[in-house]
């Protein structure tokens, strides 16, 4: 219980600290989840606040993953499952994220706490991944297209590089909840009238 079931229960309530909903309750006073997308992450943040407020919300939303690794770290010790146990921790947040317990479990779409994961459990993968999210941003100008090119990039770097299977399974795992929390943005794609940056 120590190993896993401690650092899953914290990792996932430090998931469910919603940045984009304190600073926009904190600053506008109104709930991020009744405008724009309905999402409550950066890429809404920047419709309701600005693009300097949702970069702070991306900023903090990917050091509370990161903060969740690093507790599975601290946690798991000398235990040999450390990679996976930070992974699990990593998972947790993301979750937390996605489905907050206080907020109703209706939260954001978890690429940014995928991105402070993934950051520190594979740093290349996570560089990789990002240059091309970005790329496709900067063309595209739809936000959630990078970021269903980021998560589909990680896991097959981690995989080319090596990792730990459990471990590409585990991000394989968060590319498919990715792809769930975006399936509005899909369909918005398909119908041409997804939202643009
Ligand atoms: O990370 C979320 C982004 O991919 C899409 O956000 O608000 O346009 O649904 P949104």
Same mark, same amino acid.
């Given at each position: 219980l120590q190993?896993?079931?401690?650092?899953?229960? #914290?990792?996932? $309530? $430090?998931? /469910?600290?919603?940045?984009?909903?304190l600073l926009t309750k904190w600053l506008k006073g109104v709930d991020i989840r009744d405008y724009g997308s309905g999402n409550a992450g950066a890429t809404n943040t920047s419709r309701v606040l600005g693009k300097?407020?949702?970069? %702070?919300?991306? &900023? $903090?939303d990917a050091l509370k993953g990161m903060a969740a690794v690093g507790f599975g770290y601290w946690m798991a010790g000398n235990s040999p499952d450390v990679k996976l146990v930070m992974m699990v921790c990593g998972i947790a947040a993301i979750i937390g994220h996605n489905w907050p317990v206080f907020l109703g479990f209706r939260g954001g779409k978890g690429i940014a706490t995928?991105?402070?994961? !993934?950051?520190?459990?594979?740093? !290349?993968?996570?560089?990789?991944?990002?240059?091309?999210?970005?790329?496709?941003? &900067?063309?595209?100008?739809? %936000? /959630?297209v990078?970021?269903?090119?980021?998560? /589909? #990039? %990680?896991?097959v770097m981690m995989w080319l590089l090596d990792y730990p299977t459990a471990v590409v399974w585990l991000m394989l795992i968060v590319s498919v909840m990715a792809l769930w929390r975006h399936k509005?943005? %899909? #369909?918005? $794609?398909?119908?041409?009238?997804?939202r643009k940056i």
């Open positions: 190993t896993w079931g401690i650092p899953i229960v #914290i990792s996932y $309530l $430090l998931g /469910s600290i919603s940045f984009s909903y300097g407020p949702a970069l %702070v919300v991306f &900023l $903090l995928t991105v402070g994961v !993934t950051c520190l459990i594979g740093f !290349t993968a996570a560089v990789v991944a990002g240059v091309c999210a970005i790329l496709f941003i &900067l063309f595209t100008r739809y %936000v /959630s990078g970021s269903l090119v980021y998560t /589909s #990039i %990680v896991p509005q943005n %899909v #369909i918005n $794609l398909f119908k041409g009238n997804e």
